[in-house]
């Protein structure tokens, strides 16, 4: 499942995002924009503008806009190339505008940082690089080349250079600010959206086990009693018939058959259990049901219950799928990274309970600490960690849906290392690897006095 996240945010799979129809929209929007201001600029201001060419551009822009509408479906999505050509179309024919009004001196060349703000929200990194050189390449030309502005009297209105000097240093500055911002934004919330999709996935998944479970179990409880009944009733007649008669071989063949449903029953129930009367159970049992698929993968796991107090009770918490799922993903890391043991500790202090998940491998790495839990985080070092697991494309995804799950349950996650990554083998403790503390409030995950007073009720339909 990481392998599908990974590639469904890859650039090739993110081309499709935006509408042409969206950009014809936006289009004309700055189309009558332009109109309106090149109308008062000569109507209102008394500036002399060359209307034939300023004319010309939106005209240009226009031919572009109506042929997109009347060639392309209203429903067409625009790959990254061509969002890159209709964005670098609309800067230079928004800068050919400026170049016949003053250039940077026209207040409207602020208008070249929109393109960059969207183009890095959209595009990938290098053609969003790309894009951003462009648009300053255009700032630096328009600050030197373009057309002053004149009066109707022929009066030149021109800046004085230090300040045309801060506007290019204005824009430039905006454009590398924004589009850095942007961008950084942008993939941080497509790197949680893909995620939190990979989270729905994964408690989905453990949902429908769940739920498959209850329904084995309810059915080999409810057959339970008929095929108890057709075992006696066949036992008895096998006890009168006469042997070698065929009304006995085929007594036999009932028993034989009612015996074999009720293992196949019993075998198919152990796949998971969710019927009333377990749906609490100690959490020993539910730490060793999630911890069950990683038990016999060569590592030793130990899992261990600390009592505060002399007899205390062990606590029965709720069967989740998140919590089961969440368990489940840190023991398969804490076994995968491993080098010979795991240990899982659970206490209960006052109001919390705690769930504690040791290794004895070489932790986490240092400089990801403080971003275990976020999504896609890779570590690019070519350890031999890595080249022993050529297999393991590590993203963090697996402890991000894990931690997600078991927030969701009232948990608090922490992340540590068992001891400090310098020290030499001989100086290092046995459990010296990395360090996952789940804790709990009791009240989230335990029996309230209520519900560990009331009776069960009447069996319920389970519907999958």
């Known amino acids: 499942m990481q392998s599908k996240i990974a590639a469904s945010v890859s650039p090739a799979h993110r081309s499709v995002w935006v509408r042409l129809r969206t950009f014809i929209i936006l289009r004309w929007v700055a189309i009558f924009g332009q109109i309106a201001a090149v109308s008062i600029t000569i109507r209102y201001l008394g500036l002399e503008l060359?209307?034939?060419?300023?004319?010309?551009?939106?005209?240009?822009?226009?031919?572009?806009?109506?042929?997109?509408?009347?060639?392309?479906?209203?429903?067409?999505?625009?790959?990254?190339?061509?969002?890159?050509?209709?964005f670098l179309v609309d800067v230079s024919q928004l800068a050919f505008l400026l170049w016949l009004t003053g250039g940077l001196q026209n207040p409207?060349?602020?208008?070249?940082?929109?393109?960059v703000a969207i183009a890095a929200t959209v595009l990938e990194l290098k053609r969003a690089v790309f894009f951003g050189l462009y648009a300053i390449v255009v700032t630096s030309l328009l600050a030197i080349f373009h057309k002053p502005l004149t009066t109707v009297n022929n009066e030149i209105l021109e800046m004085p250079t230090i300040f045309v000097f801060g506007f290019w240093a204005a824009i430039v500055i905006g454009i590398v600010f924004l589009g850095l911002y942007e961008k950084r934004v942008t993939s941080e919330i497509q790197s949680m959206s893909e995620a939190l999709l990979a989270t729905q996935m994964a408690l989905s998944r453990e949902q429908k086990l769940t739920d498959l479970g209850g329904v084995i179990a309810a059915t080999a409880h409810e057959l339970g009693t008929p095929l108890a009944t057709i075992t006696l009733v066949s036992s008895?007649?096998?006890?009168?018939?006469?042997?070698?008669?065929?009304?006995?071989?085929?007594?036999?063949?009932?028993?034989?058959?009612?015996?074999?449903?009720?293992?196949?029953?019993?075998?198919?129930?152990?796949?998971?259990?969710?019927d009333l009367h377990l749906k609490y159970a100690p959490i020993s049992s539910i730490v060793e049901a999630a911890a069950e698929p990683h038990i016999n993968r060569g590592k030793t796991v130990h899992i261990e219950f600390y009592p505060s107090t002399l007899n205390q009770p062990q606590p029965e918490i709720t069967r989740q799928p998140e919590i089961m799922h969440g368990l489940r993903n840190l023991i398969q890391n804490?076994?995968?990274?491993?080098?010979?043991?795991?240990?899982v500790d659970i206490k209960q202090q006052g109001d919390t309970i705690t769930v504690k998940i040791i290794d004895d491998g070489n932790g986490f790495p240092a400089h990801l600490l403080d971003k275990i839990g976020d999504p896609f985080v890779r570590d690019h070092r070519q350890?031999?960690?890595?080249?022993?697991?050529?297999?393991?494309e590590g993203?963090?995804?697996?402890?991000?849906?894990?931690?997600?799950?078991?927030?969701?349950?009232?948990?608090?996650?922490?992340?540590?290392?068992?001891?400090?990554?310098?020290?030499?083998?001989?100086?290092?403790?046995?459990?010296?690897?990395?360090?996952?503390?789940?804790?709990?409030?009791?009240?989230?995950?335990?029996?309230?006095?209520?519900?560990?007073?009331?009776?069960?009720?009447?069996?319920?339909?389970?519907s999958v």
């Open 383 to 392: 350890d031999p960690e890595r080249k022993s697991r050529p297999g393991y």
């Open 108 to 115: 409207f060349s602020l208008l070249l940082l929109v393109p």
């Open 236 to 274: 008895e007649m096998v006890d009168e018939l006469e042997k070698g008669t065929d009304l006995y071989d085929d007594a036999c063949l009932i028993k034989e058959q009612a015996d074999r449903c009720r293992d196949i029953m019993h075998s198919m129930g152990q796949a998971g259990k969710d």
């Open 395 to 462: 993203m963090g995804l697996g402890l991000f849906i894990a931690k997600t799950l078991l927030e969701r349950s009232g948990a608090e996650i922490g992340f540590v290392n068992g001891c400090d990554p310098f020290l030499v083998d001989n100086e290092r403790p046995k459990r010296c690897g990395a360090i996952v503390e789940v804790c709990w409030p009791t009240e989230k995950i335990t029996k309230t006095n209520a519900q560990t007073h009331q009776g069960l009720g009447e069996n319920q339909p389970i």
């Open 50 to 86: 060359n209307l034939g060419l300023c004319f010309l551009a939106i005209g240009l822009s226009t031919v572009v806009n109506l042929t997109a509408m009347f060639v392309y479906p209203r429903n067409k999505r625009l790959s990254e190339d061509q969002l890159l050509k209709m």
């Open 334 to 343: 804490a076994v995968d990274f491993s080098s010979a043991n795991v240990w």
